[in-house]
């Protein structure tokens, strides 16, 4: 399998949670500018959407959206516990992807846009904050977001909440979600993830 991916970007959820499952994998990053990957490729002949993560499999299907390609991930490796088999829990599991990927890569991937004024920038970190409130009560006295243990719901909302720092919002604000970022952080998987991306030295 090859992942497309650009540094920090939500493709860092897949990324760790191939890291996670112990699948093989390699990696291609591509530049969201020019729209083409390292190796020269035209990008958008690989997903005309026009972004990252993409999975292109090894018979050269491609599944897009980090959401989905998590749940992939963890079905492909079920041994790797990335997310609960079909049933109630698997529904939890899943509410939680989408409330990461709906309301909060959404609301804080919106505040990278260069063309948005201050005041709009500053109502969506207002409406972000109620957000923030909602984690903190989600995950206080939790070492991961979703179940007993580290998950794709983890790979994903590690991934987004790293994004805060760079659009002008302090989670040192909500402290339970700054501890659980600092904790998720210090695990193998994701240290080799930010590590190949260049994010960490």
Known sequence: MKLYYFPGACSLSPHIALRESGLS???EQMDPKTKKTKSGDDFLKINPKGYVPVLQLDDGRTLTE????????????PEAKLLP????????ALEWL?????????GIG??????????????LRDGLAPKFDYLTKRLEGRSYAFGDGFSAVD????????????????????PVIKSYVDKIAQRPSVQAALKAEGLLK
């Open 25 to 27: 994998f390699e990696l």
């Open 66 to 77: 980090a959401a989905v390609i998590v749940q992939y991930i963890a079905d492909k490796k």
């Open 85 to 92: 088999a079909a049933g109630f829990e698997r529904y939890q």
């Open 98 to 106: 989408n409330y990461v990927a709906t309301e909060l890569h959404k």
């Open 110 to 123: 919106a505040l990278f846009n260069p063309n948005l004024t201050d005041p709009w920038k500053q109502v």
């Open 155 to 174: 790979c994903y909302l590690f991934t987004v909440l790293g994004w805060p720092q760079y659009v002008g919002i302090d989670l040192a604000k909500w």
